[in-house]
Structure formats: structure tokens, C-alpha cells
């Protein structure tokens, strides 16, 4: 499968608010589930799912803020 790159973004859409909101959602629903598996009990599991939802939080943000960069550089 071949990649390419998307153009820049003529606009912020909602979609791109939605994204974002859930970003932070799940990178604060990672850190509950951390830090109650830490502070309950301690199973890989609920671990695994919690780095899981971090990392998804942070890559939506990530995501997020580099389409806002390309939209601001584009104006």
C-alpha cells in the first residue's frame, strides 16, 4: 500500500474539535485508569489499556496540532 501525503487543511472543521476533545478524553481517561490500577491493583492488563489510551490521546493531539500548524503557515 502506497502512502501520500494529505494536502494542508483549507479550514478548522468541527470534525477537527471532535478530534481534539476526544484526544484529551482519552489521554484523561489513560491516566484514571494508571492511576487506579496503581493505586487498587496492579494488573497487566489495565496497564496495557491505559498506556493504550495515553498513547491514542497523544497521537489525536499530536495530529491535531500539526494540521493546526499547516493551517496557520498555509494563511
Avoid: N, S
Amino acid at each position: 500500500m502506497k502512502f501520500r501525503k494529505l494536502p494542508p487543511p483549507t479550514k478548522f472543521t468541527m470534525t477537527d474539535k471532535y478530534k481534539l476533545v476526544l484526544g484529551v478524553l482519552a489521554l484523561v481517561l489513560g491516566v484514571v485508569i494508571l492511576w487506579r490500577t496503581i493505586t487498587i491493583a496492579v494488573t497487566p492488563p489495565a496497564l496495557m489499556i491505559g498506556i493504550a489510551f495515553i498513547g491514542f490521546g497523544v497521537y489525536r493531539l499530536w495530529l491535531g496540532y500539526t494540521r493546526l500548524k499547516q493551517l496557520r503557515t498555509k494563511r
